[in-house]
Nanobody, 115 residues
């Protein structure tokens, strides 16, 4: 039973920071790339960041480069997204995804960046 559970979302002021976490279970976590996506109201879901298995290469969409950092802890079966210098346009529901099998998604955690 594959399960991905995101946490850490909330309301934050512009310029603030949040750290999202995704706890994974039901597959051999360390073998698979993990990704963070987001979906803003009325917009398509978009890839935010990806981290590969071994070695753990990372990639980011241009709009978050230098602000967001994806990381993974294979011993804890978690992938995180550190988000700094947040902007209102970062407001979205954030989802983690595994490349395992057909590709599984978590339920998402909502991030709202607003004064």
């Amino acid at each position: 039973q594959v399960q991905l559970v995101e946490s850490g979302g909330g309301l934050v002021q512009p310029g603030g920071s949040l750290r999202l976490s995704c706890a994974a279970s039901g597959f051999t976590f360390s073998r698979y790339a993990m990704s963070w996506y987001r979906q803003a109201p009325g917009k398509e879901r978009e890839l935010v960041a990806v981290i590969t298995s071994t070695p753990a290469f990372t990639n980011y969409r241009d709009s978050v480069k230098g602000r967001f950092t994806i990381s993974r802890d294979n011993a804890k079966n978690t992938v995180s997204l550190q988000m700094n210098s947040l902007k209102p346009e970062d407001t979205a529901v954030y989802y983690c995804k595994t490349s395992y099998g057909p590709g599984y998604w978590g339920q998402g955690t909502r991030v709202t960046v607003s004064s």
